[in-house]
């Protein structure tokens, strides 16, 4: 089994910066592909940024410029740093891995329980 838990939410000012992290741990050969995505209430959960097992990284237009997706392999560990943060930016932010079985090696993604960050304007 492989367990996934973030840290680093919670409150901060309109302008602000907090920086997200998610680390897995279990049984697993690798993690491939890393990502972030956050859901308000009502509304679908949003991809907000992904980085590959090649270190190409992607992100949704309204964050690009603010927000920066990276990852430490050794750690098994991805980071999202969010600066100046935006009301709109309020969610609950969940982590998603794809991560390699030992034997099979076949590919299964796991996410987190989320972290909230509420942003006052």
């Known amino acids: 089994q492989v367990e996934l838990v973030e840290s680093g939410g919670g409150l901060v000012q309109a302008g602000g910066s907090l920086r997200l992290s998610c680390t897995a741990s279990g049984s697993f050969v690798r993690v491939n592909d890393m990502a972030w995505y956050r859901q308000v209430p009502g509304k679908q959960r949003e991809l907000v940024a992904v980085?590959?097992?090649?270190?190409?990284?992607n992100y949704v237009d309204s964050v690009k410029g603010r927000f920066a997706i990276s990852r430490d392999i050794a750690k098994n560990t991805v980071y999202l740093q969010m600066n100046n943060l935006k009301p709109e930016d309020t969610a609950v932010y969940y982590c998603?891995?794809?991560?390699?079985?030992?034997?099979?090696?076949?590919?299964?993604?796991?996410w987190g329980k989320g972290t909230l960050v509420t942003v006052s304007s």
């Open positions: 980085i590959t097992n090649r270190d190409t990284s």
């Open positions: 998603k891995m794809v991560v390699v079985a030992p034997r099979t090696y076949l590919t299964t993604a796991y």
